[in-house]
């Protein structure tokens, strides 16, 4: 499986979907997942010319930073413990999966400067799954106001894993409502320009309803 080549059909999907929905290409960012490759397969993917890589856990995390550092730009895309923060916090350009006030706290108390975080809401509801409700989303989104260093980029959430293509647009098209709620408020610390939605099984979709950032593992760099 070439990673260049993945990279071709990828981007091509990415101009369909966009063509069809009246978007440009360059409002996406491909988070290359990297989570189940080792670490020559994350480097084949730098070569490839993805520059943003995403991981869910720390060890995996710390290991490929250890050797490909600021070359990339990192995206934590996983659930990420409080005490845990203070290992990555220095090191990440994006935190993916904001859904709790002592999360909050403890990024604005370790980093050095605003951290970009998108605030992950479960719009599925589904208990597997992490994330605000998206009812509590603008309360908590309103409650980081304090924290100088939280600076709320946009909104994540995760689809079903499912063949019926309607209820995953309907998750994302929810997504994108409220991303519109948030920053209609026009706050300082929250701007929400963005919508992190959409993995290997659906980011067409996603890129259709307003993703600005898709998380690729498979379909890019195998499994």
Known sequence: MDVTANLEEINHNIRQACEKSGRNPHEI???GVTKYVTIERTKETLQAGVKNLGENRL???LEKYDYIQDQASWHFIGTL???KVKDVIDKVDAI???DRKSLAKEINKRADKPVDCFVQVNVSGEESKHGLAPEDVLPFIHG???YENVHVAGLMTMAPH???EES???VFKKLAALRDTVKDEQLGHAPCEYLSMGMSNDYQI???EGATHIRIGSKLVGS
């Open 29 to 31: 960012t491909i988070i």
């Open 59 to 61: 060890e995996g995390f």
């Open 81 to 83: 413990q409080s005490r």
């Open 96 to 98: 993916h999966s904001l």
């Open 144 to 146: 980081l106001e304090i």
């Open 162 to 164: 499912t063949d019926d």
């Open 168 to 170: 995953i647009r309907s």
């Open 206 to 208: 996603a890129i259709e």
